[in-house]
C-alpha cells in the first residue's frame, strides 16, 4: 500500500465530510431523542481531535485491508468495510455494557448516543465507497478458501477463546488491584456485577464469532507467524482500538483504557494464531475412502 498525494486527499476528505456529517447529526438526534440543547457534554476539543484521528485511522485501515474484502462493487466494498466494522467491534462493546449501571455506562449507553453512531457508519460507509470508488486494487495475496463449516467451529472456538481472555485478563488485573477490574473502572455497583459481566462476556463471545470475518476475507492463506502477528495488529488498530480507547472520553481513568486497549491487541493475536492454528489442521484431516468419503464431504461442506 502506497500514500500516493490522491489517496491522502481522498483520505482528508474522508474524515472533513465524517466530521461535518455526524457532529451536527448527533447534536440534533440527541436533541430530539433525550431532549438534550447543545452539544452532548462529551464532545470537548479533545473528543473531536481524537474522532478526526479515529476516523484517519479506520480510513487508513481500508487501504490496508478493507480493500481485500471480496466484494467486486468498489463502493459496495467501501460500505461493507464500515459495516463490518460496526458489527464486529462497536454492536459487541456498546452493547456489552447493558448489564452494568453507573454514571460512566449511562452517559456512554444512551439512545442517542447509540442511534446516532449507527447512523454515523452507515453514511461513513457510503462516503468511504464513493470517495474510493477508483480505488479497485486486486488483493496481492491468496486468501484460504475455507468451508462454511469448518469456519463457523473456528469462529465458535475464536468466540469462546475471546470471551475467556476477557475474563482471565479482568480476573488478573483485579487481583493485582481491584480498582482496575473493569466493573471498577466503569463504576458498576456491586448489586449489578454479576449481571454485568454475564452480559459483558455474552457479547465478547460473539465479538469473538464476528472478528474471524476479517480472517475469512483478509488474513493471507498460509501465513506465517509474523504475518498473521501483522495482521492481528492490524485488526487491532483499524478495527477494535477505536471502540475501546475512546471510553477514556466518558470518564474511564486513561492509563487504564490504554492498558486495556494493550491487553486487548494480545488477546486478538492469541485468538488469531489460534484460528490460523486450527484452520490449517483441518487441510491435515485425511481424507476417507469409499463409505466415509460421503460422511466426510457432508461434514465439512
Known amino acids: 500500500m502506497t500514500l500516493t498525494v490522491n489517496r491522502v ?52 485501515g481500508y487501504l490496508v485491508i478493507g480493500y481485500k474484502l471480496p466484494i467486486k462493487n468498489t463502493v459496495l466494498r467501501g460500505f461493507a468495510y464500515i459495516m463490518l466494522i460496526l458489527i464486529s467491534s462497536y454492536i459487541p462493546n456498546i ?27 452507515s453514511l461513513k460507509g ?18 484460504e478458501h475455507i468451508t462454511n463449516t469448518r469456519f463457523i467451529i473456528c469462529s465458535i472456538i475464536y468466540g469462546v477463546l475471546f470471551a475467556a481472555l476477557n475474563f482471565l485478563t479482568d480476573i488478573a488485573a483485579g487481583a493485582v488491584n481491584s480498582s482496575w477490574r473493569l466493573c471498577s473502572i466503569l463504576g458498576v455497583s456491586t448489586e449489578r456485577e454479576t449481571l454485568f459481566y454475564i452480559v ?42 477505536p471502540n475501546v480507547l475512546i471510553m477514556a472520553f466518558f470518564g474511564t481513568p486513561f492509563m487504564l483504557t490504554i492498558a486495556y486497549g494493550i491487553a486487548y491487541v494480545f488477546m486478538i493475536i492469541i485468538c488469531v494464531l489460534v484460528y490460523r492454528k486450527i484452520s490449517d489442521a483441518f487441510y491435515n484431516i485425511p481424507k476417507r475412502t469409499t463409505i466415509g468419503k460421503k460422511c466426510e464431504d457432508d461434514f465439512i461442506a
Open 9 to 60: 486527499f481522498r483520505l482528508l476528505l474522508f474524515v472533513l465530510i465524517t466530521i461535518l456529517l455526524t457532529t451536527p447529526l448527533r447534536i440534533f438526534v440527541e436533541a430530539v431523542i433525550e431532549g438534550k440543547e447543545g452539544a452532548p457534554a462529551f464532545v470537548t476539543v479533545p473528543f473531536i481531535i481524537y474522532g478526526i484521528c479515529a476516523e484517519l485511522v479506520v480510513g487508513l
Open 95 to 121: 452493547l456489552a455494557m447493558l448489564g452494568g449501571d453507573g454514571k460512566i455506562i449511562e452517559e456512554s449507553l444512551s439512545m442517542g448516543i447509540l442511534v446516532v453512531d449507527v447512523i454515523s457508519y
Open 126 to 143: 457510503l462516503v468511504l465507497g464513493l470517495l474510493m470508488k477508483n480505488y479497485d486494487v486486486k488483493n496481492p495475496d491468496e486468501i
Open 200 to 241: 459483558f462476556t455474552i457479547f465478547m463471545f460473539m465479538a469473538g464469532v464476528l472478528l474471524p470475518l476479517w480472517n475469512r476475507c483478509c488474513l493471507p492463506k498460509k501465513a506465517s507467524i509474523s504475518a498473521s502477528i501483522i495482521f492481528a495488529l492490524e485488526i487491532s488498530l483499524f478495527v477494535w482500538l
